[in-house]
């Protein structure tokens, strides 16, 4: 079955506190309704996304992604509401399947599910042991829905009801084309309800669908409790596919980053967007953001800033990589490496930095095969140091080297006797 999708993403989400409209709250690394289009996408080459807050902002956001949206300004002065969304989409195919913006647990095999039924309407629905602030979903024993009642509206014997409607509806085409028009904004809020479409069917089915999944986030708090949720099935998924993760609680990973091989994951690490990791060990509290680690150990305690490629290489605790190239390369512990590109064979040394920004601009550093930098060097870009060259530690180099040399730079130790007893004074032993 071909489907056509809209998504609401009109709301003000006041309940979340933020001057930020609700759909661009972040899980994972990217906006909620990211995720939700994302999938849309997946299954429908017709997706309307309905605006109103803030509109130009989402647009603008969502374009960063995707192409091929048609969007829509709701008229929220004169059709408000649900059912006032949905009234401008001129669908594609025979079914329009209607999602929340607010949604992003929301999968397209998820969203495949509301095609197993032939109806003029099927809708999601769950159990809700605390159903506060749901609409109810009257129905009968053979899952006709007869009607569904919104909280504000609901009688006493109505708010007893725990089937809940979870806010996803598959429509006809043609049953939209009939009846959209004769929605009325009768109601305590004096808003046009999707739900009072209910009534005007001919057969409703209602589909049971898991609370987790289908859960709108419309406050701060719903919105850390789809994190949890989010990043427990990434994590899931890669372990599956042969990730060793220790203590996966305490591993943060963003929605697209890539994991290939048997890589091993310690800790407290944090894999940011953008990032690729090849058959690699993260340990301990280490931060890779939208960079490529092929091959190589990562940390602990180091931070791969974005844009570095680094193959085959160790990295050690404390370091610090920046838009670098390495390849082979050691470096230990407690370096700084921005903008260089360095080739195998080589070692840094503790305490080394490239001083790569003069105030103004960035310039690079670019240190050849079996380089060996003694520890607390300072590389002044811009700067090449050929093959074979050995940096003697405490070495500020501001000149290229030629292969094969030795560079130092050390002031001359100078000694003087007794000057300690001339500071201090003797002390009687």
């Known amino acids: 079955m071909k489907l056509s999708i809209a998504i609401m993403a009109a709301g003000l989400g006041t309940r979340m506190k933020s001057n930020k409209p609700k759909v661009l709250h972040e899980i994972s690394g990217f906006e909620m309704l990211y995720h939700i289009i994302k999938?849309?996408?997946?299954?429908?080459?017709?997706?309307?996304?309905?605006?109103y807050h803030q509109a130009s902002l989402v647009q603008e956001k969502m374009n960063r992604y995707f192409s091929g949206l048609h969007y829509h300004l709701q008229d929220h002065q004169n059709f408000p509401g649900t059912g006032g969304a949905i009234r401008n989409v001129t669908p594609k195919y025979e079914h329009l399947l209607v999602l929340s913006g607010d949604m992003p647990l929301l999968e397209s095999a998820h969203m495949q599910n509301f095609t197993h039924f032939n109806a003029d309407i099927v809708m999601s629905t769950f159990t809700c042991k605390e159903p506060l602030g749901y609409g109810r979903v009257i129905m009968d024993e053979a899952c006709n829905v007869q009607r569904i009642v919104e909280e504000k509206d609901a009688s006493v014997e109505e708010k007893k009801v725990t089937s809940v409607n979870a806010g996803v509806y598959l429509f006809k085409t043609s049953f939209l084309n009939e009846n959209l028009s004769k929605l009325t904004n009768h109601n305590a809020q004096k808003e046009y309800y999707i739900t009072d479409l209910i009534p005007l069917a001919k057969e409703v089915k209602a589909l049971f669908v898991d609370e987790e999944t289908f859960m709108g986030v419309n406050s701060k708090h719903h919105l850390s409790i789809a994190e949890e949720l989010m990043q427990?099935?990434?994590?899931?998924?890669?372990?599956?596919?042969?990730?060793?993760?220790?203590?996966?609680?305490?591993?943060?990973?963003?929605?697209?980053?890539?994991?290939?091989?048997?890589?091993?994951?310690?800790?407290?690490?944090?894999?940011?967007?953008?990032?690729?990791?090849?058959?690699?060990?993260?340990?301990?509290?280490?931060?890779?953001?939208?960079?490529?680690?092929?091959?190589?150990?990562?940390?602990?305690?180091?931070r791969i800033r974005p844009e570095c490629l680094i193959e085959k290489t160790h990295i050690g605790n404390f370091v610090e990589v920046k838009k670098s190239t390495l390849k082979g390369v050691k470096a230990g512990h407690l370096s700084?490496?921005?903008?260089?590109?360095?080739?195998?064979?080589?070692?840094?040394?503790?305490?080394?930095?490239?001083?790569?920004?003069?105030?103004?601009?960035?310039?690079?550093?670019?240190?050849?095969?079996?380089?060996?930098?003694?520890?607390?060097?300072?590389?002044?870009?811009?700067?090449?140091?050929?093959?074979?060259?050995?940096?003697?530690?405490?070495?500020t180099v501001t000149k290229d080297i030629p292969k094969g040399s030795l560079a130092i730079n050390r002031a001359p130790l100078k000694i003087v006797e007794g000057f300690f007893y001339k500071f201090f004074g003797k002390k009687d032993v």
């Open 39 to 51: 999938e849309a996408q997946k299954i429908s080459d017709d997706v309307h996304v309905i605006l």
């Open 232 to 302: 427990e099935r990434i994590k899931r998924r890669f372990m599956e596919q042969g990730v060793l993760m220790r203590l996966p609680s305490t591993i943060y990973i963003e929605a697209d980053v890539e994991i290939v091989g048997e890589s091993i994951l310690e800790n407290g690490v944090t894999l940011l967007k953008g990032s690729r990791i090849e058959n690699s060990h993260i340990k301990a509290h280490s931060i890779v953001e939208k960079s490529v680690i092929k091959d190589s150990d990562i940390g602990p305690m180091a």
């Open 336 to 395: 700084y490496l921005g903008d260089a590109s360095i080739d195998e064979g080589t070692n840094i040394g503790c305490g080394t930095i490239t001083c790569n920004y003069d105030g103004k601009g960035k310039y690079q550093t670019i240190i050849g095969k079996n380089v060996f930098v003694g520890s607390d060097t300072q590389l002044v870009a811009p700067l090449i140091i050929n093959d074979d060259v050995i940096i003697a530690s405490g070495t």
